[in-house]
């Protein structure tokens, strides 16, 4: 009996001598490695440029409702595409349907945009893009002859898009060479985003009776989107188009020389697979000053979805 107890006691001594070994090389041993830190969440805005490059596939559709009178419809497919982290390249094209009331409806294509993106961060927390780009005149509604259904097409469409790429999309005389830059703060769920772009149009076609060879453009944007769940933010946006130069149009009175909206919406942040992300926006926009004396800012509505994918 005394054999297998002095087994058992050998046993007992060398289990505790070993978990006290262990002890002392935990004790001794480096920490593991806290995971990386996870960038804070972006509210990506409703019609301002996204902050940082990437590729990705985006459906847009504004719908502008102008009060008794007409109601217009704009579509745009926007590609982007990113070789290296910090640069992505990209390309947009539109449609517009316009339906005013008690007469015959119009289409019309768009121009189209193309253009470059940098993006970076100053800090963890404070983020920034430059963008160069130009519109391309390849949409209808232009020409010295211009189709007056494609032209009023035009036209609305620019209104139902806040007029904020009127130069690059809606002016199909003109080539419009482009650069512009955002900021923004994002921090805890928090987006705060500013941009400002200045556009020079350049006439190419059209009547050569035309007084605007040249016409300089700004359009600014501020928007401020918090995540209420990760899985959803709302945002406000303020976006402002105005010339810097004296169109005729607007030396004549038909167009007002800057034309500000606001607005609000929701959006779902929605993970996919591991690089793939589904974020669907909906948002509402009115005027606060009269596009033209034709147009009420009170009659006039925005309403806006976009669909973009990034990979």
Known sequence: MRFPMVCFVFAAISVTLAAQARAQDAEGAAPPPAPPAQPAPYALPFGLRPIAAA??????????????????????????????????????????????????????????????????????????????????????????????????????????????????????????????????????GLTLQAEATVFELVRVTGSPTDPDATKTSLSMGADAGYFVVPELSVGVEVRDQSFLTTPAAVQAGKTARSWVTAGAGVRAHLRLAEHVWLRPGLAFFQPLNDPSPTISASSYHIFQLDVPVTF
């Open 55 to 188: 590729t990705a596939v985006r459906a847009e559709t504004a719908y502008g409702l102008d009060s008794g009178a007409s109601s217009t419809v704009v579509q745009y497919l926007t590609a982007s595409y990113a070789p290296i982290e910090p640069l992505s390249i990209f390309a947009r094209a539109g449609w517009v349907d316009f339906i005013p009331e008690g007469k015959a409806s119009s289409t019309a294509f768009t121009n189209v945009a193309v253009g470059g993106l940098w993006s970076g961060r100053i800090t963890p927390e404070l983020r920034y893009s430059a963008t160069l780009g130009t519109g391309l005149p390849v949409g209808q509604g232009g020409g010295a002859t211009p189709n007056p259904g494609e032209a009023a097409a035009i036209a609305a469409g620019n209104l139902a898009r806040s007029r904020f790429e009127g130069a690059t999309m809606f002016s199909p005389n003109d080539v419009a060479p482009f650069v512009g830059g955002d900021i923004a703060w994002v921090s805890g």
